[in-house]
């Protein structure tokens, strides 16, 4: 049976996510920084709490955590260790609140890194800082009992096999808590399942396969073989992307997003399958409850 997840923020249910930025924070002295950080990455777990909640109340069955959950973590300038906030024991316990409340109700969260997480990149300072984030997210994924950390496969830089083979150099050498939640996504520019599934396949990385992205990269694979191909990839159940595009398939740009997700989009065969398929769609949980609501499954 399919568990659709949600993606990160609400349209109308009154949750958010709090954020900075290191220019306002940069007016503060670090001690004043550092309490204002506290406050807020406190808050964002307990909204977190929030949207499990929500989702359990609504048979939403996975929910995909924002990448800036703790905000600036990683920035040059105000980044932190959650050891240094105040009050950070209650700040991780929190979070864990959050991965005992998901794994006693059978919710699945999920991360997906910001595009600029590149790990095929030929500049080393870009990798480095993609491998920072991802530690940190890593973190956070421990403590509420995330079991995915999605990222593209970046460039191309104009070698795709050059850029692969960089790509598979950076994950073998991933620590464990981010190689063994690492997956690897098709985009609908650069890199196709055809081109993915080899490297998942050799490397034991699990393929997200968004048939959105595959619609607008075709590269020669079905969709049911391009289904089957990611599901061999997958230890765990798997994880798979579902959107519409804004003006339809017949517009110049088919890959912008709908609010919406059309149901004939949704591949006839993922609906007797036991899957994640994160609804990538800008009316959030309007969306996914609009789409159960046609499926009978609310």
Same mark, same amino acid.
């Given at each position: 049976?399919?568990?659709?997840?949600?993606?990160?923020?609400?349209?109308?249910?009154?949750?958010?996510?709090?954020?900075?930025?290191?220019?306002? %924070?940069?007016?503060?002295?670090?001690?004043? =920084?550092?309490?204002? @950080?506290?406050?807020?990455?406190?808050?964002?777990?307990? !909204? @977190?709490?929030?949207?499990?909640?929500?989702?359990?109340? !609504?048979?939403?069955?996975?929910?995909?955590?924002?990448? +800036?959950?703790?905000?600036?973590?990683?920035?040059?300038?105000?980044?932190?260790?959650?050891?240094?906030?105040?009050?950070?024991?209650?700040?991780?316990?929190?979070?864990?609140?959050?991965?005992?409340?998901?794994?006693?109700?059978?919710?699945?969260?999920?991360?997906?890194?910001? +595009?600029?997480?590149?790990?095929?990149?030929?500049?080393?300072?870009?990798?480095?800082?993609?491998?920072?984030?991802?530690?940190?997210?890593? =973190?956070?994924?421990?403590?509420? !009992?995330?079991?995915?950390?999605?990222?593209?496969?970046?460039? $191309?830089?104009?070698?795709?096999?050059?850029?692969?083979?960089?790509?598979?150099?950076?994950?073998?050498?991933?620590?464990?808590?981010?190689?063994?939640?690492?997956?690897?996504?098709?985009?609908?520019?650069?890199?196709?399942?055809?081109?993915?599934?080899?490297?998942?396949?050799?490397?034991?990385?699990?393929?997200?396969?968004?048939?959105?992205?595959?619609?607008?990269? !075709?590269?020669?694979?079905?969709?049911?073989?391009?289904? @089957?191909?990611?599901?061999?990839?997958?230890?765990?159940?798997?994880?798979?992307?579902?959107?519409?595009?804004?003006?339809?398939?017949?517009?110049?740009?088919?890959?912008?997003?709908?609010?919406?997700?059309?149901?004939?989009?949704?591949?006839?065969?993922?609906?007797?399958?036991?899957?994640? $398929?994160?609804?990538?769609?800008?009316?959030?949980? %309007?969306?996914?409850?609009? @789409?159960? +609501?046609?499926?009978?499954?609310?």
């Amino acid at each position: 049976m399919i568990r659709f997840g949600l993606c990160c923020i609400f349209k109308e249910y009154p949750i958010k996510f709090r954020q900075t930025t290191a220019r306002y %924070l940069s007016q503060f002295s670090r001690k004043e =920084q550092r309490e204002k @950080l506290s406050v807020l990455c406190l808050t964002n777990a307990k !909204n @977190l709490m929030g949207a499990l909640q929500f989702c359990h109340q !609504n048979r939403i069955g996975s929910f995909r955590i924002n990448s +800036q959950i703790l905000p600036l973590k990683t920035h040059p300038d105000t980044g932190y260790d959650i050891a240094d906030l105040p009050g950070s024991d209650h700040i991780i316990d929190t979070f864990k609140g959050c991965g005992i409340f998901s794994r006693t109700h059978n919710i699945r969260t999920t991360f997906h890194p910001d +595009q600029f997480i590149v790990l095929s990149s030929p500049t080393s300072g870009v990798v480095e800082r993609s491998i920072a984030d991802l530690e940190y997210q890593a =973190q956070v994924a421990q403590w509420v !009992n995330a079991d995915v950390i999605n990222i593209h496969g970046g460039g $191309v830089y104009g070698d795709k096999l050059s850029a692969l083979k960089r790509l598979e150099r950076t994950i073998a050498a991933l620590s464990e808590p981010v190689r063994k939640r690492l997956t690897l996504e098709n985009d609908d520019k650069s890199y196709s399942p055809a081109d993915l599934l080899p490297l998942c396949l050799r490397m034991g990385i699990p393929l997200v396969y968004d048939v959105h992205h595959h619609r607008c990269l !075709n590269d020669g694979l079905s969709i049911e073989e391009a289904t @089957l191909g990611s599901t061999k990839t997958w230890d765990r159940e798997p994880v798979f992307h579902i959107s519409s595009p804004k003006n339809g398939w017949g517009a110049s740009d088919i890959r912008k997003h709908h609010d919406y997700i059309d149901v004939k989009d949704l591949p006839e065969s993922w609906l007797s399958m036991d899957i994640t $398929v994160e609804v990538e769609a800008k009316a959030k949980e %309007l969306a996914i409850l609009k @789409l159960m +609501q046609e499926l009978n499954m609310n």
